[in-house]
């Protein structure tokens, strides 16, 4: 049973989940509010997970705890921020097809920092996927032309490359012996350290309210910070630590695809000839990963 490519695909569900709740939490508090809580709320998870699995952080070495507050600040900080920016500049259709690249750097780095070298058929594979997963999401029309777009280009491409490589230096940093569980739970504690410090210098923190805000979609954020940066992030570097890392990211990037589903149980989405034959090309690529022997 290939766990490792299971564990990517969960991972892929869970974002989805996450997007859909997180997105009334923003429209309910605002996009800063949702990450200054979903952090905090994510670690305090892990913490109590941590502790019912009586995992010992002994295996974290100085080295190990560097590549992963590394892949912290890159890979959820870094890259989300990049995101978002690009968000700003060329809208959700061009952006998320944007951030269908991290598979590649993740690939790439793989190569060059773990030796990982992938054959045809997986090669075969993460393109096909990519290509149902890039075709869905390129769908999503109706939206402004972007005033910036050479800027917005260049901080999506930043985004996916974080994306990619922090995942790789996540599996660095877990060394083969380093229980997942305990690596998200150094990587979510640090991302959560930075932003708040960031929030505090921008002089952003007071503005924001967030306690007296986090009233208004606590249901959301706590539910979001479950399936995201607790259960999802934990699956990924479970993932990441069981296949190839370019494997992993390809089948995490599925995301667009499975949303279709949750739109059309929970919003009643009818899902045009596009969107059906983009999920049919990155369900047949899926399968060449899983099948690649």
Same mark, same amino acid.
């Given at each position: 049973? &290939?766990?490792?490519?299971?564990?990517?695909?969960?991972?892929?569900?869970?974002?989805?989940?996450?997007?859909?709740?997180?997105?009334?939490?923003?429209?309910?508090?605002?996009?800063?509010?949702?990450?200054? #809580?979903?952090?905090?709320?994510?670690?305090?998870?892990?913490?109590?997970?941590?502790?019912?699995?009586?995992?010992?952080?002994?295996?974290?070495?100085? &080295?190990?705890?560097?590549?992963?507050? +590394?892949?912290?600040?890159?890979?959820?900080?870094?890259?989300? %921020?990049?995101?978002?920016? +690009?968000?700003?500049?060329?809208?959700?259709?061009?952006?998320? /097809?944007?951030?269908?690249?991290? &598979?590649?750097?993740?690939?790439?780095? @793989?190569?060059?920092?773990?030796?990982?070298?992938?054959?045809?058929?997986?090669?075969?594979?993460?393109? /096909?996927?990519?290509? @149902?997963?890039?075709?869905?999401?390129?769908?999503?029309?109706?939206?402004?032309? &972007?005033?910036?777009?050479?800027?917005?280009?260049? #901080?999506?491409?930043?985004? +996916?490359?974080?994306?990619?490589?922090?995942?790789?230096?996540?599996?660095?940093?877990?060394?083969?012996?380093?229980?997942?569980?305990?690596?998200?739970? /150094?990587?979510?504690? *640090?991302?959560?350290?930075?932003?708040?410090?960031?929030?505090?210098?921008?002089?952003?923190?007071?503005?924001?309210?967030?306690? %007296?805000?986090?009233?208004?979609?606590? !249901?959301? *954020?706590?539910?979001?910070?479950?399936?995201?940066?607790? *259960?999802?992030?934990?699956?990924?570097?479970?993932?990441?630590?069981?296949?190839?890392?370019?494997?992993? +990211?390809?089948?995490?990037?599925?995301?667009?695809?499975?949303?279709?589903?949750?739109?059309?149980?929970?919003?009643?989405?009818?899902?045009?000839? !596009?969107?059906?034959?983009?999920? /049919?090309?990155?369900?047949?690529?899926?399968?060449?990963?899983?099948?690649?022997?």
């Amino acid at each position: 049973m &290939p766990k490792g490519e299971l564990a990517a695909l969960a991972t892929a569900t869970c974002w989805a989940v996450t997007s859909l709740v997180f997105a009334e939490a923003a429209r309910r508090i605002g996009a800063l509010r949702v990450n200054l #809580l979903r952090l905090p709320v994510a670690f305090a998870l892990l913490s109590m997970a941590l502790l019912a699995a009586h995992h010992p952080l002994a295996s974290l070495t100085p &080295p190990r705890w560097v590549y992963l507050a +590394a892949s912290a600040v890159l890979g959820l900080l870094a890259g989300d %921020l990049a995101f978002f920016a +690009a968000l700003r500049r060329l809208g959700a259709r061009l952006a998320s /097809v944007l951030m269908a690249l991290a &598979p590649v750097f993740a690939a790439l780095a @793989g190569r060059l920092l773990l030796g990982e070298l992938l054959g045809g058929r997986a090669l075969l594979g993460i393109t /096909v996927t990519l290509a @149902g997963v890039t075709w869905v999401a390129a769908e999503r029309d109706g939206e402004s032309r &972007p005033s910036h777009r050479l800027g917005g280009l260049a #901080l999506g491409t930043f985004g +996916a490359a974080c994306q990619g490589v922090g995942l790789v230096l996540a599996k660095l940093g877990m060394a083969g012996e380093v229980p997942p569980l305990a690596a998200t739970w /150094v990587r979510i504690g *640090v991302a959560t350290a930075v932003l708040w410090l960031l929030t505090a210098a921008s002089g952003r923190l007071r503005q924001a309210e967030v306690f %007296l805000a986090a009233r208004r979609a606590w !249901r959301q *954020v706590v539910s979001g910070a479950f399936f995201g940066p607790f *259960v999802g992030v934990w699956l990924s570097l479970t993932a990441a630590s069981l296949t190839d890392v370019g494997v992993a +990211a390809t089948l995490m990037a599925t995301t667009p695809v499975l949303l279709i589903p949750l739109a059309m149980a929970l919003e009643g989405y009818r899902p045009t000839l !596009r969107a059906v034959a983009g999920t /049919v090309l990155a369900v047949i690529g899926v399968g060449l990963l899983f099948t690649r022997g």
